[in-house]
């Protein structure tokens, strides 16, 4: 009799081969969406100096950064703007000229394979960096009225701010943008705009909502990217509280409720739990943000030879598939399309 069950798991670990065949989670280009930050300009390619290896891309070279995205195998870019001015509303935010539209036509136009999502939100074009309107700013007396409103100091009015959603959503969709993705964890974001784009003759077009998006330090990397923190105030009115996870829960619900076609959480790594009780509860399609600050922390720590970068990189979005996500959002999508080819 051996002393210990005859179950041997070192068996299916000889060779790479055999870890190949019995291994329960793959990784594969398909899983990706590459996060792109477009400005205006011409010949623009700006490094982000705390995202090494992601780039301030004008629209002129759009195109080709798509192009070499897509022969990647990678299927989709998620956008993000940097408007020429900013103001309360964030009136570029809608333009049929703004940076975004502009970005999406030369994206469409080019690659029309590759799937456009932007990111839906305001505090990139707003003066005062939230995500929505902020009470008294419209009318450039901050303070007074949400003040009088016993309302904390920037605080984003909800239903208002509905409205602009709505129409920025359909300023994308009439660019081109095959999905749209609200960030800004307003309530009813996403019923605001299925019904607009329905209205609008674009009922085809579907929405990813960040329906799970904490008010995380993670994005820290993200904000000097957009040059978009807020200038008073914090997010934490808005974004969910780190320790809830069954609130996102009943967020993810809602979203469906209200038509969200694929859900988002947002950070990934430290809510792998949240990521994996909402794949378990929902049959919709999940995705999962992995952020700036996910990405410059790994990044730093390789860049100083404390950790190998490669290695790191694919068993962190590795454990972002086995917790559940379908679809990944990441700045690491080139390198770990290209080292997903070395390994094949
Ligand atoms: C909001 C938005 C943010 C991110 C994506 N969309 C910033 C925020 O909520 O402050 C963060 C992404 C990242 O950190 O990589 N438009």
């Not at 739990?273 to 790994?298: K, L, Q």
Request: aromatic share 8%; hydrophobic share 40%.
């Amino acid at each position: 009799m051996s002393p210990f069950p005859q179950y041997r798991p070192r068996r299916l670990r000889i060779n790479s081969t055999l870890r190949r065949m019995v291994r329960e989670t793959k990784l594969s280009a398909s899983d990706f969406v590459y996060p792109l930050f477009v400005c205006h300009g011409e010949g623009v390619k700006r490094e982000i100096p705390s995202m090494p290896g992601n780039f301030h891309w004008s629209i002129d070279l759009l195109a080709k950064e798509a192009a070499e995205i897509a022969a990647l195998g990678i299927p989709g870019v998620v956008l993000f703007g940097l408007p020429a001015s900013k103001d309360p509303v964030g009136q570029e935010n809608f333009a049929s000229q703004g940076v975004i539209q502009q970005a999406i036509r030369a994206v469409k136009e080019d690659v029309p394979d590759l799937l456009v999502i932007t990111d839906i939100c305001l505090c990139e074009y707003t003066s005062h960096g939230h995500c929505g309107l902020i009470k008294g700013q419209e009318w450039g007396d901050p303070d007074v009225l949400h003040q009088s409103l016993g309302l904390p100091e920037g605080y984003v009015l909800n239903d208002e701010t509905l409205e602009i959603l709505a129409e920025v959503a359909v300023s994308h969709a009439e660019a081109g943008a095959d999905i749209v993705a609200p960030s800004g964890m307003i309530d009813g974001m996403v019923g605001a705009m299925r019904s607009a784009l329905d209205a609008a003759g674009y009922a085809h077009i579907a929405i990813l909502s960040y329906a799970a998006k904490y008010a995380s330090s993670f994005y820290g990397p993200f904000r000097d990217a957009c040059q978009s923190p807020p200038q008073f105030g914090d997010r934490r009115s808005h974004q969910m509280d780190p320790p809830n996870a069954r609130e996102a829960l009943r967020e993810v619900a809602l979203d469906i409720e209200e038509g969200a076609d694929i859900v988002m959480v947002k950070p990934a790594l430290p809510y792998l739990d949240v990521i994996r009780r909402v794949r378990d509860t929902f049959d919709y399609p999940v995705a999962a943000y992995s952020v700036s600050g996910e990405y410059a922390m790994i990044k730093a720590a390789a860049q100083r030879g404390w950790i190998n970068e490669r290695g790191v990189a694919m068993e962190a979005l590795t454990s972002i598939k086995r917790a559940g996500a379908d679809v990944i959002l990441t700045y690491w999508a080139k390198d770990a399309a290209r080292w997903l080819r070395e390994d094949a």
